[in-house]
C-alpha cells in the first residue's frame, strides 16, 4: 500500500523568506504526486500535480516542485513568501493500481509572519 | 461554474446521535470520493462513487457509516450512532471520468466539521 510522509508539521517563517516543504512517500510503481492547500476557513485546493514529463512543476501562486524518483520524493518550494501564505500544505499520491483515491501526507501548517 | 458543496459546515451531536453529511459534486463529475480527518491525524480515504456505484469502500471505517448516492448526483454519508472517535472534519471530492489524466484531478469541498460530544 501507497504511504506518504510529510517531514514537519509546523513552519513559520517571516515574509521572503523561501519555503521547502518535505515530502516522500512509499510506492514502487507508478505514482501521480499533489500539493494541495488549504488557507484558513477555505477548501482544499490544488496547488500542483506531477504525472509525468518534466520532473520540475510549477503551480498557481509562484510554487513549484521537484519529483525526485530515486528519492522517492516530491519536494514543494516557493522563493520568496507572502503573509497570504499562511496555510496547510497537503501532499497526496495517487496510484491507477488504487483506484485514484488520494492518499495524504500529514500535513505542513506554515504561518507567515508579517 | 459551482465548486463540490458540502452541508452542513459544522455539526454538533451527542453520542448515539445519527448525522447526515451531503456532498453535491460539480455537475457532471462521475466520481465522488468521501475522505475524512480526524484531529492530528492526516486525510483518510472513505469511499468512491462513480456514478450511483460504490467502487471502492475499503477506507469505511465500520457498519455504523452508510453512504448512498442514489441517481449519481449528490451523495450522503449517514453515521449511525455516532460515536465519540467519529469526530473530525468530512471532505467530499469530485472529479470527471473517462480515460483521461483529468479523472486523477480532485476538486474538494470545503469539508463537514462534526463534533460527537
Known amino acids: 500500500a501507497q504511504s506518504v510522509s510529510q517531514h514537519n508539521h509546523h513552519v513559520i517563517l517571516s515574509e521572503a523568506a523561501s519555503l521547502e516543504l518535505g515530502c516522500n512517500y512509499s510506492y514502487g510503481g507508478t505514482v501521480n504526486l499533489f500539493w494541495y492547500v488549504q488557507y484558513p476557513g477555505q477548501h482544499l485546493q490544488l496547488l500542483l500535480k506531477y504525472f509525468s514529463g518534466d520532473p520540475l512543476v510549477k503551480g498557481i501562486k509562484g510554487f513549484e516542485a521537484e519529483f525526485i524518483k530515486s528519492k522517492f520524493s516530491f519536494n514543494l518550494r516557493k522563493p520568496s513568501v507572502q503573509w497570504s501564505d499562511t496555510a496547510e500544505y497537503f501532499c497526496?499520491?495517487?496510484?491507477?493500481?488504487?483506484?485514484?483515491?488520494?492518499?495524504f501526507g500529514g500535513g505542513t501548517r506554515v504561518l507567515v509572519k508579517p | 461554474e459551482a465548486g463540490v458543496t458540502q452541508f452542513p459546515s459544522h455539526s454538533v451531536i451527542e453520542k448515539g446521535q445519527t448525522v447526515t453529511l451531503r456532498c453535491d459534486p460539480i455537475s457532471g463529475h462521475d466520481n465522488l470520493y468521501w475522505y475524512r480527518r480526524v484531529m492530528g491525524k492526516e486525510i483518510k480515504f472513505l469511499l468512491h462513487f462513480v456514478k450511483e456505484s460504490k467502487q471502492d469502500e475499503s477506507g469505511m471505517p465500520n457498519n455504523r457509516f452508510l453512504a448512498e448516492r442514489t441517481g449519481g448526483t449528490y451523495s450522503t454519508l449517514k453515521v449511525q450512532p455516532a460515536e465519540l472517535e467519529d469526530s473530525g472534519v468530512y471532505f467530499c471530492a469530485s472529479s470527471q471520468d473517462g480515460a483521461g489524466l483529468a479523472k486523477n484531478i480532485q476538486y474538494f469541498g470545503a469539508g463537514t466539521r462534526l463534533s460527537v460530544l
Open positions: 497526496a499520491v495517487n496510484t491507477k493500481a488504487a483506484g485514484n483515491k488520494l492518499t
